[in-house]
């Protein structure tokens, strides 16, 4: 597991404080030589990090427009811009849903905007990450089981056989990964995905995790999918669609983790959106 002595001397970067440790990474605040803060994202050995490896492609292609700066890499070490202490979450509870959902257009906005530079070459195709859905339809299938599988799959089929918008996308947006800064609102943490724009609002209607009162509301659903239509110039319908596949994709994981309770977490707030495409869009 990687230690802060290990970072690269060139680096300057010292008094490190651990501040974060998930399943994939450790997260260290440092000071670099000007006194600025900066982050060191430090990869775990595990079996998805080129999501984190494409994401870091992305921050270099973006440069700053939306996104932290990559100030540097070497080997599994991400020295980042320093993003901020506050998260979108606290939006969220001191100044309500949409002015949240707001920002989060804002950031969108300038994460999809165009760049002179060319597209970073291994982003992943959205066909590609939603294989886990599809084969999980074809299980259930086989299985002869009835279940929002089936009908997201061939939506996503759909939806996937008709990009006319593809764009370089942040793969996994939401409340805490949106962060304020110095230089304003930020995303952090992309996957490096490649495909329509209305995935990566879709994930937004998802979240925050722990915040099931807004997720399965139809009125918020409503309320931040015409936010985003608005901001992003997305048709909602569509926009809908991603996200009612998105639900599905995302319990799919949780299936194969045999994570029943998210899973099925997932595909209730799934069926709320798409009631809400049926009848108000």
């Not at 990687?2 to 970072?7: K, L, Y």
């Not at 600025?36 to 994401?55: M, S, Y």
């Not at 962060?179 to 329509?196: E, F, Q, S, T």
């Not at 669609?241 to 994570?259: I, K, P, R």
Request: negative net charge; proline residues 5%.
């Amino acid at each position: 597991m990687t230690a802060a002595s290990s970072f690269p001397a060139s680096w300057n970067a010292d008094n490190a404080i651990l501040i974060a440790e998930t399943f994939s990474s450790r997260i260290f605040k440092v000071r670099l030589a000007d006194s600025t803060p900066a982050i060191v994202k430090a990869l775990k050995p595990f079996d998805d990090a080129e999501d984190e490896l494409r994401g870091a492609h992305l921050l270099a292609w973006r440069d700053g427009v939306g996104a932290v700066r990559i100030l540097a890499q070497h080997g599994r070490n991400m020295l980042l811009e320093y993003a901020g202490e506050t998260m979108l979450t606290h939006v969220l509870q001191g100044e309500g849903d949409n002015a949240a959902s707001e920002i989060a257009a804002e950031v969108m906005a300038k994460l999809h905007s165009a760049s002179s530079q060319p597209v970073p070459p291994d982003l992943q195709p959205l066909r590609e990450r939603f294989r886990d859905l599809f084969a999980k339809a074809q299980a259930d299938d086989r299985a002869d089981r009835k279940s929002l599988y089936g009908e997201a799959a061939s939506l996503a089929k759909r939806l996937l056989s008709n990009q006319d918008d593809i764009r370089p996308l942040h793969g996994d947006l939401h409340h805490e990964n949106i962060m304020h800064g110095r230089r304003g609102w930020l995303a952090i943490d992309p996957k490096g995905v490649l495909g329509d724009p209305c995935f990566d609002a879709a994930n937004m209607l998802y979240n925050p995790l722990d915040r099931d009162d807004l997720c399965l509301d139809p009125t918020r659903i409503a309320d931040m999918t015409k936010i985003f239509s608005r901001r992003l110039g997305l048709d909602p319908r569509r926009l809908l669609d991603f996200a009612f596949c998105y639900g599905c994709l995302s319990a799919a994981w949780h299936a194969s983790d045999g994570n029943d309770t998210d899973e099925n977490r997932e595909l209730a707030v799934a069926a709320a959106i798409s009631r809400v495409r049926a009848l108000n869009f």
